[in-house]
C-alpha cells in the first residue's frame, strides 16, 4: 500500500523550475532561428521573382524588336506613341522588392523622332556602343551588347557601372563599358547577335545586290546602277583591278548617277586604302566603249556602322565587236 501511495504522489508532481527553464531556453532558440530564417527566405525569393522579371523583360524587348525593327526606347519622344517606352512593352517594370529596373540600350537601335526604323535598323549593324564586363570575373569580357537590364537587388545601390555615364536616361551613345557587379545586382543582357537572331535577320548586313555585268556591243553600253543592300548608310566605295589591268576606254564608273563624279579604279588593295574610298549611295556605269575584250575587277563598299561592315564582289566586263 505504501508503495501504491507513493507511486501516486510522484506521478503527480509536474516540471520543476530547471525543466521549465530549460524548455524555455531551448523554445527562444528555435524562435530567434526561425526569426532570423525569415528574412534570408523572403530575400532569396524576391531574388529569384526579380530574375524572372529579367528574364521576362528581355524576352518581352526581343519579341518587340522583331515585330517593330528596333528595340524599345527609355521614355516616349515625339513622334513615338507611349506603347513604345520600356516600361509599357515589359510586362513588369518594377523588380520584386518594387524598384524600377535600370534599362540601358545602344541608341541606334532605337531611332526616335524624325528618324524612322528600317529592316536595316538591327539588321544592319554589325556592331554596337555597348561591352559588358564583370566585375567578379575578369575574363568575361562582351563586346556588342544591345541592351542591358539591371535589378538593384536586395541592398538597393546599383553597384553596376557605366562608363561614361550616358547623358539621358537609358540611351548609350558613343562607346561605353558596363561593369556588371553580378554579386549585389541582378543583370541581364542581350547581344547584337542574339538580337539579329532573334529578330529573324538573314544573310549579311551588307551585301552588293548586282551578280553581273552585261555583256555590250562596242560603241553602247547600257547605264548600269551597282547598288546595295543593308548596312549603315552613307556607303562608300572603291574599285579595285590587278596591277596590269585597264578599264576599257569610254566606260566610267560615276557616283550616285549618270552624270555624278567620276571614280577611278585603284591598281592596289582596296582594304589599305580605306580613307580613300568614294562616298556614294550606289554607282553607274556608263559611256561608249571603243574596245573589246573582258575587264576582270572588284567593287568594295563600305558602310558607317561603329565598326564597319565591308564586302566585295568580283566582276568580269566583257565588250564585243559589233
Not at 501516486?8 to 509536474?14: A, D, E, H, T, V
Not at 544573310?203 to 548596312?231: C, H, M, Q, S
Not at 552613307?234 to 579595285?240: A, E, F, G, N
Amino acid at each position: 500500500m505504501a508503495d501504491r501511495a507513493n507511486s501516486n504522489r510522484f506521478s503527480r508532481q509536474g516540471f520543476t523550475l530547471i525543466e521549465l527553464a530549460i524548455v524555455l531556453v531551448i523554445v527562444g532558440l528555435l524562435v530567434g532561428i526561425g526569426s532570423s530564417m525569415v528574412g534570408v527566405l523572403t530575400s532569396a525569393i524576391k531574388v529569384r521573382e526579380s530574375r524572372e522579371i529579367l528574364d521576362a523583360a528581355t524576352q518581352s524587348i526581343t519579341s518587340w524588336a522583331s515585330s517593330n525593327n528596333r528595340i524599345p526606347p527609355f521614355s516616349t519622344v515625339s513622334p513615338d506613341i507611349p506603347s513604345n517606352k520600356f516600361d509599357q512593352v515589359v510586362k513588369n517594370p518594377n523588380d520584386a522588392w518594387g524598384r524600377a529596373l535600370v534599362y540601358y540600350f545602344d541608341s541606334n537601335l532605337a531611332p526616335t523622332g524624325a528618324t524612322a526604323p528600317t529592316k536595316d535598323t538591327i539588321c544592319g549593324r554589325r556592331s554596337t556602343f555597348i561591352t559588358l564586363k564583370d566585375s567578379d570575373n575578369a575574363t568575361i569580357n562582351i563586346p556588342n551588347v544591345a541592351f542591358v537590364v539591371i535589378s538593384t537587388g536586395d541592398n538597393v545601390n546599383q553597384d553596376t557601372t557605366i562608363s561614361p555615364a550616358p547623358a539621358s536616361p537609358g540611351a548609350v551613345t558613343g562607346t561605353t563599358v558596363v561593369i556588371a557587379d553580378t554579386y549585389n545586382d541582378i543583370v541581364r543582357w542581350v547581344t547584337l547577335d542574339e538580337l539579329r537572331s532573334k529578330a529573324g535577320c538573314l544573310g549579311a548586313p551588307l551585301k552588293i545586290l548586282n551578280n553581273e555585268f552585261p555583256f555590250a556591243p562596242v560603241t553602247t553600253y547600257p547605264d548600269t546602277t551597282v547598288a546595295v543592300d543593308g548596312g549603315v548608310p552613307p556607303y562608300s566605295w572603291c574599285i579595285q583591278t590587278a596591277v596590269d589591268a585597264t578599264p576599257p576606254a569610254g566606260l566610267t564608273f560615276h557616283q550616285d548617277t549618270t552624270t555624278g563624279t567620276a571614280m577611278t579604279a585603284v591598281f592596289a588593295s582596296c582594304n589599305s586604302n580605306l580613307g580613300s574610298w568614294n562616298s556614294a549611295a550606289q554607282l553607274v556605269l556608263n559611256g561608249a566603249p571603243s574596245g573589246t575584250g573582258s575587264y576582270y575587277f572588284s567593287i568594295f563598299v563600305k558602310d558607317s556602322d561603329n565598326t564597319p561592315n565591308i564586302v566585295s564582289k568580283p566582276f568580269v566586263l566583257t565588250i564585243n565587236p559589233n
